[in-house]
Every structure is written in structure tokens, then in C-alpha cells.
């Protein structure tokens, strides 16, 4: 029987987590912001059809950056729970709280007992509806969950970029005005040329489901 | 079931446990609440569905209210007729199917495959058809691919027709398609479209006792839907109330 060589548990920790971060930093970043209408999600996309930003329920949206099979099933598992909640019980019952926790859960296990850890951040926000706040709740890949106030960003060089959107953040701001902010915080933060624009929008009073995936993206 | 449940709703309730399921009996006098009458046909912009509001128990009236006609997604509605616990039921799986299917896979089923779908779920619920609790759905949506109205009828094997003017299902659907069958033309403009639909609905009414027609006492009308390339419309309340007014006083 071969003998494993003993790791301290802070060192087995520590490289996961450097694992974890490398992998996450070399992706793009996407941003979350309250406007005057509901939440703005964006992100640095190159592609049309590989959406890093999507819809989960009738007001909450999932934004995911890293690895794309990973974020990709932690998606589905989202809409998976989200659709079987809504149908067991009643469709106000899926909320974004519940959500995140779930995708905290997941996250947390997968770092702490399997062969490497998802390189992915998510990112959940809920739209408020008849006078209801919104909702911005990230989790990090070892499944740390913080509720977020007013904007934040999540991928590489996400502290910087949120330090820039806080900066131009104005929640009366609108959706225009919104995807502006955001494009000027990006290129203030990445100083290069971005290479094409994915946005989305939760938007209240557009009827049941309030997700709507923005085709036209001018912000130069 | 073992394994991924994929795209499919359905599945995934089976894998859980949860999908709903009827224990069946003997065959018995089972009363349950029936729908009635439902119609929809084609016109110059797509389609338009029309069901009437009450729910029958023998010869008691259960709901005068109840809801028959539903949005399916954007660009589809589903009607039943039969059993309505049963009926209801299959719309909210099928509703929430066709919208799993859509986020997880970024785009929206075809009409097709909506109907086919729709087809493979009745056809489930065949065993209970044995025990007398029949479901009949009527299914018609905008084809965003050939950009037409369709139009679709099912019988209770999971059966499924697609229909080129106008259907009708449901106790009253014999005297609403007898009606349809002289006053239907094809590529008929909205308002007209909208008024032969509500009149076939008071003919079936009329002839068929379990058919609610319009109540403009109690405020009850009929439940009105359209599907055309900007996708589905619902609960035009003054206009229908007008429409149903003008046809009750020409009955009179």
C-alpha cells in the first residue's frame, strides 16, 4: 500500500484556491448594475452565441465567468432547481437568495472534496418588482457568497472594476446611460481593445419574465 | 429513469419523483369537473382561440369562471377540454416544459415540436381515458420559421392533426364547428376574425347545455387569445364585451 505524503490542510486549501484564482483572473470580467428600470448585466464577449449571461427565472438572471463547462452546468442546475421549485410550489417562491445559497452549496462541496475546483464565479441578480430592492449576490469558486449593493463585478481584474463602477454609479441612471458607465469603467480597467459586448437586462414592468437579452449593443 | 433528464422538464420531474401521476381504480362514476367548448381558427395574421368559461359535474354547473384557454409560451396558446383537475394540470407541465426547454437551450422549440410534445403528453395520459377522464387539448401558434398561423387538434391516443381553417373540441365543438363551417372564410382581417369566433362560440352555447356562453350580467366572457408574428395577445376585455353584446341581441 503506498503511503500518501501528509499536506497541512492550510496548504491544501492555499493551493486550491491559487488553482482556482489563476484560472478565473485569465477570464473575462462582467459587471452587474442597478438603473433606474431593474439590472444591467455586461460582460466582454468575442462571441454571438456563447452566452456568459443568461436567463434563470421570470426575474433573475445568472452570469457566469471562468471555465465555460463548469459555469455552463452550474446554469443549468440553476434553471433545473429554479423550474422545479417554481412548479412544486408557486412561481413567486424562486428567489435569488435561494439560489445563491444553492450555488453556494454546490460550490463549497466541489472545492472541498473533489480532484480540483470549479475555476468559475457566479454571479445572481434578481430584479425588485412593486417596490421590492434588487438583488446582486456573487459566489466565488470555494462557494463564499456575498450580497452585493448597487453594482458589482466579477472575473478578472474584478475588484479594479468594481472600484470604477462604484465610481460612476448612479441608480436612476437610464439603461443608455447605464451601458455607457459600464463601457467606460471596462475600458478603464482592461486598457485595451474590447472585443465585442454581450448585455442583458432584468427589467420590471416588461410583464412575467423580466430577462431580455440586448441585440444592440452601441456604447462608442 | 437513470441518467441526464437533457432539455426535457418532464424527465427531470421523473427523476426527482415528482412528476404528477393519478393512481387509477376501477372504472367507476368518478365525478370530476368537464370544460366545455373550445375553438380557434386561422386568419389573415395568424390565429385566434376562443373557450367558453364554465366547468360541468354531471348536470351541475362546478365553475363559471374557470380558465380554459392559456398561453403556452410568446408565440403559442394551448385550450383543453375534459377533465379540467387533469387538464389544468398538463397546461402548467407543458407551459413550464416549453420554457425550460427555451432558457437552457437559448432558442424556443419549434412549432412543431412544441405540438409533437403536446402529443406525446396526451398520449400519456392514456390509462386514464380507461377510468372516463378524457383530456383534449387544442394547440395553435405562430410558426416563426415559415412565419404562418397553425393550427393543431389532438384525440385522446396523443393523436395529432394539423388543421387547415378552424377546430373546435369540447362538448359544444360539434355545433361551434357546424357554425364555423358556413361563416368561416380564409385570410379573414382581425375584427372579423375575433367576431366569427366569439358567434360560434354563443352558437354552441346556445345548442349545448353545458357551454357557458358570454354572462355580460355577471361579467363573465369568454377567454380570448391571438397569435400573430408579434406574438400572443391576451384579454382585450372591452372588445370582447362588445362583440359578445352585439351577437347576444342578433340571437335575440
Redesign the interface.
Known amino acids: 500500500m503506498s503511503m500518501p505524503f501528509y499536506v497541512p490542510p492550510e496548504q491544501l486549501v492555499k493551493d486550491r484556491a491559487e488553482y482556482a484564482r489563476k484560472g478565473i483572473a485569465r477570464g473575462r470580467a462582467i459587471v452587474a448594475v442597478e438603473y433606474a428600470d431593474g439590472v444591467l448585466l455586461m460582460a466582454e464577449n468575442p462571441s454571438d452565441t456563447l452566452h456568459k449571461i443568461s436567463e434563470i427565472y421570470d426575474r433573475i438572471a445568472f452570469a457566469g465567468v471562468g471555465k465555460y463547462n463548469e459555469f455552463e452546468a452550474l446554469r443549468v442546475a440553476g434553471i433545473r432547481h429554479a423550474d422545479v421549485k417554481g412548479y412544486t410550489y408557486g412561481r413567486t417562491d424562486v428567489t435569488a437568495k435561494g439560489l445563491a445559497n444553492a450555488f453556494s452549496q454546490t460550490l463549497g462541496t466541489i472545492f472541498t472534496h473533489e480532484m480540483k475546483p470549479y475555476e468559475v464565479e457566479v454571479l445572481i441578480a434578481e430584479v425588485g418588482v412593486n417596490g421590492a430592492p434588487n438583488h446582486l449576490y456573487k459566489i466565488t469558486y470555494d462557494g463564499t457568497l456575498t450580497d452585493e449593493q448597487g453594482t458589482c463585478a466579477i472575473g478578472g481584474q474584478a475588484e479594479a472594476l468594481t472600484e470604477a463602477m462604484r465610481a460612476r454609479f448612479d441608480p436612476s441612471a437610464s439603461l443608455e446611460a447605464a451601458m455607457r458607465n459600464a463601457a467606460s469603467a471596462f475600458r478603464e480597467v482592461v486598457e485595451r481593445e474590447i472585443e465585442g459586448w454581450e448585455a442583458a437586462v432584468l427589467e420590471r414592468g416588461a410583464g412575467r419574465r423580466c430577462f431580455r437579452r440586448l441585440e444592440q449593443i452601441d456604447v462608442d | 429513469m437513470n441518467g441526464d433528464?437533457g432539455v426535457s422538464?418532464t424527465d427531470?420531474?421523473a427523476e426527482?419523483g415528482?412528476l404528477p401521476s393519478w393512481e387509477t381504480g376501477p372504472a367507476g362514476d368518478l365525478a370530476a369537473p368537464v370544460g366545455t367548448t373550445v375553438l380557434a381558427l386561422r386568419y389573415a395574421d395568424g390565429v385566434v382561440m376562443v373557450g367558453d368559461r364554465q366547468a360541468t359535474e354531471g348536470h351541475t354547473i362546478a365553475h363559471r369562471r374557470i380558465q380554459k384557454v392559456f398561453p403556452a409560451d410568446q408565440y403559442s396558446a394551448i385550450a383543453i377540454s375534459g377533465t379540467a383537475g387533469l387538464a389544468i394540470e398538463l397546461v402548467?407541465?407543458f407551459q413550464?416544459e416549453l420554457?425550460?426547454y427555451e432558457?437552457?437551450e437559448?432558442v424556443r422549440l419549434s412549432l412543431e415540436g412544441k405540438a409533437n410534445y403536446l402529443a406525446r403528453m396526451v398520449r400519456q395520459q392514456l390509462p386514464l381515458v380507461f377510468q372516463g377522464l378524457v383530456v383534449v387539448p387544442l394547440f395553435c401558434g405562430f410558426d416563426e420559421h415559415e412565419q404562418v398561423g397553425r393550427l393543431y387538434t389532438f384525440d385522446v391516443v396523443g393523436g395529432r392533426y394539423e388543421e387547415q381553417d378552424y377546430a373546435a373540441t369540447g362538448s359544444g365543438g360539434r355545433e361551434a364547428k357546424s357554425y364555423l363551417k358556413t361563416a368561416y372564410r380564409p385570410d379573414m382581417p382581425e375584427p372579423e376574425a375575433l367576431d366569427t369566433a366569439i358567434r360560434a362560440l354563443i352558437a354552441a352555447a346556445e345548442e349545448d347545455t353545458a357551454t357557458g356562453g358570454p354572462d355580460l350580467q355577471r361579467g363573465i366572457l369568454p377567454n380570448v387569445v391571438k397569435v400573430t408574428a408579434d406574438g400572443l395577445t391576451e384579454g382585450e376585455d372591452d372588445r370582447i364585451a362588445d362583440i359578445a353584446r352585439s351577437a347576444l341581441e342578433d340571437v335575440r
Open positions: 433528464p422538464f427531470l420531474l426527482l415528482k402548467r407541465l413550464t420554457e425550460h432558457k437552457l437559448g
